[in-house]
């Protein structure tokens, strides 16, 4: 039997057989194909809920991942320094300097002459707890300035959050999540 090749407007390719009519039924009732207004609605209201307490959860994230990055920055900048004396076999001193909203790190050598590394910004917004600091590595890879105390470094972010630096006299550098002394944020 011949079969012809019917094109028709929304039902789009209709295969039938020769002398017979093309007309498709609509099967259930009518309204199936989409959604209604009052689902789009509460759809659309549900997720605004979600997204008013998702927002502030988010930020305070992003801000407690921003300041531990600038943190473990800190103490990055301070090993690497540390490493440098050690393999140059000469004492260095590092700074940590507030500089309007962010801390710049340089490292040169004790005599001031031979820069260690390039310098380092953190990221906007985050500050040190004190507006300067030097901390001074030995050629051996202790730490010679603030004497034989362990010495903590606050780091903060414009929440007032505070994390810590921590550097033993032997010249480990570690960070940490608690603050480094009762003193507040700037």
Not at 55 to 71: D, I, S
Not at 104 to 111: F, G, M, N
Not at 126 to 135: D, L, P, W
Request: proline share 4%; charged share 15%.
């Amino acid at each position: 039997m011949p079969f012809a090749l019917l094109v028709t407007g929304e039902q789009g390719l209709i295969l039938c057989r020769e002398g017979t009519s093309a007309v498709r039924t609509q099967s259930g009732a009518q309204g199936e194909a989409g959604f209604t207004l009052v689902e789009v609605m509460v759809t659309c209201v549900i997720i605004g809920i979600a997204t008013t307490l998702a927002v502030p959860n988010f930020l305070e994230w992003q801000a407690r991942n921003k300041l531990r990055h600038a943190t473990s920055e800190v103490a990055s900048q301070l090993t690497l320094a540390r490493m440098n004396a050690m393999s140059r076999n000469r004492s260095v001193n590092v700074t940590l300097k507030n500089v309007g909203d962010v801390v710049k790190i340089t490292a040169v050598t004790a005599s001031g002459s031979i820069p260690v590394e390039s310098e380092a910004m953190l990221s906007k917004g985050i500050v040190m707890r004190e507006s300067s600091r030097v901390v001074s590595f030995s050629s051996m890879g202790m730490r010679t300035s603030d004497g034989t105390q362990t010495v903590k470094i606050g780091v903060c972010n414009p929440q007032k959050l505070q994390y810590s630096v921590v550097i033993t006299p032997v010249g480990k550098v570690n960070w940490a999540t608690t603050a480094a002394d009762s003193t507040p944020c700037p």
